[in-house]
């Protein structure tokens, strides 16, 4: 059997805890970190609710493109990490809190498969092994790479980003992570153009740029196409990457246009951030 996709990256037990009692902190001029959530220190915090689920983004991307009717697979770790969410309930933002072993993947179901395109994200720790070994199975399978890096590689394993960059097919990231890419290339740019112009020089052929309310990006290193959001109530904003990333590889890996896939990714993630949770809201093809 040969799958569409094989979705590597975090396998998570989600825990979200939604209240009302944080306070959203604008820090306008520390362009990596806009704005934090703060909590009173020493205060006992109420919440009004507390949702437990499954998540990681092998579990989110695997699911979100299955549902719209790709077969796929995910490949994690061998124990599942937790993830605890804060989520401001009257905005629907967040922090997670994840375990540094949520990176960890086995990658020993990934030699016994074969498949159409790979998507690495969420990998943390010294994974410099695990990028050659996943260049060295999509040489040896003809597999198209598309990279969605987490944060922790950014900024822990960015030699080693560089590498799955460069053979990339797709990448997707938000502007925060993009702008984290430019600081590291010694670009100090936040304008998207300039951050698209940035990735593709690091190799990728499709870039996928979401920003939060402005909506998503996407360019072919010819042009560069955007969709709006759509506007809905949010609830809770996690798992909203994961399910535009799920959307666009939906359509997308079927055949569909770069508007179409980017149209598709933008409603997938509108209907996500309705639900607290990152796979309730997911899409069906």
Known sequence: MKYDLISIGSITKDIFVLTERGKIFKTPKDKLALAWLGFELGEKISVQEVVESAGGVATNLSLGTKKLGLNSFPVGPVKPATS?????????????????????????????????????????????????????????????????PSTSMIREGY???????????????????????????????????????????????????????KGAYCSDGRKIFHCPIQKVK?????????????????KYIKGGSIQESLRMGIRNSANVVRYVGTIRGLLKK
């Open 84 to 148: 605890v969410i804060i989520v401001d309930k009257r905005t629907g933002e967040r922090v997670i809190f994840y375990q540094k072993s949520s990176g960890a993947v086995n990658l020993k179901p990934l030699r016994e498969k074969k498949a159409k395109y790979i998507s690495v994200s969420s990998l943390t720790g010294n994974w410099n092994g695990q990028a050659n070994e996943i260049m060295a199975y999509i040489k040896k399978n003809k597999a198209k790479l598309i990279v969605a």
């Open 159 to 213: 030699i080693s980003l560089k590498k799955l960059f460069s053979q990339s097919e797709i990448i997707f990231l938000n502007k925060n992570e993009a702008t984290e890419i430019a600081f590291n290339e010694k670009n100090k740019t936040s304008n998207v153009g300039s951050l698209i112009k940035i990735l593709h020089k690091l190799g990728p052929k499709i870039v996928c740029l979401t920003d939060g309310r």
């Open 234 to 250: 949010t609830v809770d904003v996690t798992g909203a990457g994961d399910a535009f990333a799920s959307g666009f590889l939906g």
